[in-house]
């Protein structure tokens, strides 16, 4: 059993948030992006034919745009579930397994403040390659499918934000 933290940058997903800046210039909120920090445990068999790896996380995941004066943020907590089997020996690992994703809501703060968009907890699927460049670090590229969906009870009506992601960083396996 290993100890890990890890380090993603993401990108995709359906545009929550427009912001325009007093200098004519915008950014974006998107319900896939940005930073993706985690933490967990790894679990690794070599008594298989083909190694396998199972890595339990839980993790904080933020959007965010805005300024000195006020911005806006889509946050979740994720907690994800992978398998993963050694491709070339102690080099390609490819998997894939479960995430689920609570605490999921947009806020606002400051001159853009306005009550929080509280989203469904959201259940989706992963697919992850990961390069070993030692025992202790791997640079990772993944896939994530997931759907997010809100009530709004003004209006009666659900809406929903297509949270599928790209995603490219780094693990740390202590």
Do not use: C
Not at 5 to 22: H, I, R, S
Not at 119 to 142: C, H, P, T, Y
Request: aromatic share 12%; proline share 3%; net charge neutral.
């Amino acid at each position: 059993v290993h100890p890990m933290l890890g380090f993603m940058g993401t990108f995709g997903g359906d545009k929550l948030v427009d912001v325009l800046y007093t200098d004519g210039t915008t950014s974006a909120v998107t319900a896939g992006g940005t930073v993706y920090l985690y933490g967990g445990a790894e679990l690794r068999t070599t008594d298989l034919p083909l190694p396998l790896s199972v890595i339990a996380t839980v993790g904080y995941h933020v959007g965010s745009a805005g300024g000195s004066n006020g911005d806006y943020r889509f946050e979740r907590i994720p907690f994800e579930l992978l398998g993963e089997v050694d491709v070339i020996p102690n080099r390609l690992r490819l998997g894939g397994g479960l995430r689920y994703d609570t605490g999921v809501n947009l806020s606002s703060h400051g001159v853009v403040a306005a009550p929080a968009t509280k989203f469904k907890d959201a259940a989706g699927g992963v697919f992850q390659a990961e390069w070993m460049l030692s025992n202790n670090f791997s640079i990772v590229g993944r896939y994530v499918g997931i759907r997010y969906r809100f009530d709004d009870s003004s209006t009666g009506k659900q809406y929903r934000a297509n949270g599928n992601q790209g995603g490219i960083g780094i693990n740390w396996y202590l």
